[in-house]
């Protein structure tokens, strides 16, 4: 074996003041390229608790892998009873309609549910084992993907009652998530290192992405929103919103072209992955920096 | 590292050591906690805890360190900074080679995959390549003597099975370094005779090992040198006969100054 000096050995005496982490002295760069090959020479690694993570959920339940498929299902079923049932709103192939919504949603919200406790969750584990704790959020988001991706089974059978519906702008759905996805990791490696010095995190993450749901298009279309331009505005502030509008735009249309899916709005769906890029980064850096602390954290 | 002006390089190095932990935040981790200590601050309790302090020391290449103490000494703290998972807040650490851990054996477990796959999910963590770890797996079963249950999953196992399979990693990525603390007595009695082996034929093969154990007679028989922690800091180092012998003064003169104060000040002695 090569001998090696761990980089953290070099570091000098921390000083007294720094209470939130004794920052390591490299630079945002320096943080952001290794988190960055953190993540590539450890992929076999994210591979295996992805594959563990699917194993443990629904591994205990009679329906087993049918879950995945059934989760999204009867959560249309729930907004269609409040949507359609309660406030008696008369959107063509209503079904649809929401669950293009419902399913990119669930994965958005589920995953940065999982991700924001993926650390503290797993005390003993950074206490024993000396690894790069980054690929714990990256495996959290890609498990969330796999779920996602179960959720077209569901979307194929919803087809076939809504045959008319379907388009080849469907293939564009792999961009769409591609965007999404950036996003949600952005966002989930952030809320992972602060939910490590703030437990508050992840309670206010649950009423915070409730909100959140509401504020985007999950259950409306901005379309409906004609005439309401103040919350129009606010909403092209949201990245999610521009993010729903794309799939249901490419997997069902719009509401009054009686017919099949319509092109997503390409310039701001790119103008959120830009965003999402940088969101990432700084993410990243912010992770490597508090990583040294983790462990001493969870003492 | 290269071209050191020394002859040769320790197999671990530590000088001046220190770790520090911040009381505010693994005591309070709610926003509200922090805010309230943060206001306190100026006439509250310290806010930091030094767990080791100007700690000094170096393990050469072929030697096993013994590292005694009481409760709450920093022993276990030391494994980690030697181990590289809490960093120095002062001094370094220097370690040369490959390290391999047994602070609590099964650490990194999925309990859902079965024991081979978590021969090399634990791998994985530890950056063992892919390759070298397939190599490495049937070594690490037969070890482990887990039969058919290698491909169970890990969470119908026993303690006992999961502590034979995680050891068996541990010994078997070829350590230059190996830390272990506490493990010695793990499983039955065949398996403890075998890990015992284990660990001597790593020392035979110029590993550098240190141990953190309660049980005094492991010092003796495995290390040839051993330092006696109290406190944070290093009180004692010597062979090991010798730091245990200190050790235990050290232990029985407190227990008398105790049983003295408690005649002094708690009235009536304890009477037969």
Redesign the interface.
């Known amino acids: ?1 090569s ?4 980089p ?7 000083s ?1 003041a720094a ?1 939130f982490v ?1 920052a ?1 002295s490299r630079g945002p760069i320096a943080l952001l390229r290794q988190g960055i090959s953190d993540l590539t020479t ?1 992929l ?2 994210i591979r ?2 992805v ?2 993570e699917l ?2 959920t629904h ?1 205990d339940t009679a329906a087993g892998t049918l879950w995945w498929i059934l989760d999204p299902i009867l959560q249309m079923g729930v907004y269609w009873v409040l949507v359609a049932v309660i406030f008696q709103r008369t959107t063509p192939d209503i079904l649809l309609f929401l669950f293009v919504g419902i399913l990119p949603w669930k994965w958005f919200a589920t995953t940065l549910a999982e991700t924001s406790t993926c650390i503290t969750s797993r005390q ?8 790069p704790k980054l690929v714990l959020p990256a495996a959290a988001t890609a498990a969330g993907t796999v779920s996602f991706a179960f959720g077209f089974v569901a979307l194929a059978l919803l087809y076939l009652l809504y045959p008319h519906r379907l388009s080849y702008w469907i293939l564009a759905l792999p961009v769409i998530a591609a965007v999404q996805f950036v996003f949600t990791l952005a966002l989930g490696i952030m809320l992972a290192a602060l939910n490590t ?4 995190v992840q309670n206010v993450l649950r009423h915070a992405t409730r909100l959140w749901m509401y504020l985007s298009p999950v259950l409306y279309s901005l379309d409906q929103l004609e005439g309401q331009d103040t919350a129009k505005k606010v909403l092209g502030l949201n990245p999610m919103a521009w993010i729903l509008s794309a799939y249901r735009n490419a997997l069902y249309g719009a509401e009054k072209v009686n017919g099949h899916g319509i092109m997503p709005d390409w310039l701001p769906l790119f103008g959120v992955l830009g965003i999402s890029v940088l969101l990432l980064g700084a993410a990243i850096i912010l992770f490597k920096r508090a990583e ?2 983790f ?3 969870l ?1 | ?1 290269s071209g050191e002006a020394t002859a040769h ?1 320790a197999a671990i190095d530590v000088r001046g050591l220190g ?4 009381l ?3 005591k309070r ?4 906690g ?1 805010l309230g200590t943060f206001l306190r601050r100026k006439h509250d309790a310290p ?2 805890f030094w767990a080791l302090h100007d700690v000094s020391f170096r393990v050469e290449q072929g030697e096993s360190l013994g590292v005694i103490g009481p409760n709450g000494a920093g022993k276990s703290t030391l494994l ?1 900074a030697l ?17 391999s ?1 047994l ?2 054996l099964g ?2 477990f ?4 079965t024991g081979r ?1 978590n021969i ?2 634990v791998g ?4 063992v390549p ?1 390759k070298d770890m397939e190599e490495l797996a049937p070594a690490i079963i037969e070890f482990a003597e887990l039969g058919a249950f290698i491909d169970a999953p890990v969470k119908t196992y026993s303690l006992g099975m999961k502590s034979r399979l995680g050891f068996s990693i541990a010994t078997a990525v ?1 350590p ?1 370094i190996l830390l272990l603390d506490e493990v010695l007595g793990t499983g039955d009695q065949v398996f403890r005779v075998r890990s015992q082996q284990r660990i001597r034929e790593l020392m035979k093969s110029a590993r550098a090992i240190v141990l953190v154990t309660h049980d005094l007679t492991y010092i003796a028989e495995f290390c040839n040198r051993a330092i006696l922690l109290e406190q944070g800091k290093i009180v004692f180092e010597g062979g090991p006969e010798e730091t245990v012998a200190v050790y235990q003064e050290r232990v029985l003169h407190q227990k008398l100054l105790a049983a003295s104060d408690a005649q002094r000040f708690g009235g009536d002695a304890p009477k037969r």
Request: aromatic letters at 8%; hydrophobic letters at 35%; charged letters at 25%.
């Open positions: 074996m001998t090696s000096s761990r953290g050995a070099r570091r000098g005496i921390a007294d209470t004794d390591p450890r076999y690694l295996y608790l594959s563990a194993k443990r591994a003993g584990l950074i206490r024993q084992l000396q690894f010095f703030f437990r508050d040294p602390s462990a001493r954290i003492a | 590292m390089r770790i520090r932990y911040n505010n935040l693994t981790t709610t926003l509200k922090s806010t930091h980690l181990a590289g998972i809490l960093e120095p807040s002062e001094g370094r650490v220097q370690v040369g080679g490959r390290i851990t602070l609590t650490a990194g999925e309990p859902e995959l796959e090399d999910l994985a963590f530890l950056g892919r070829q230059d």
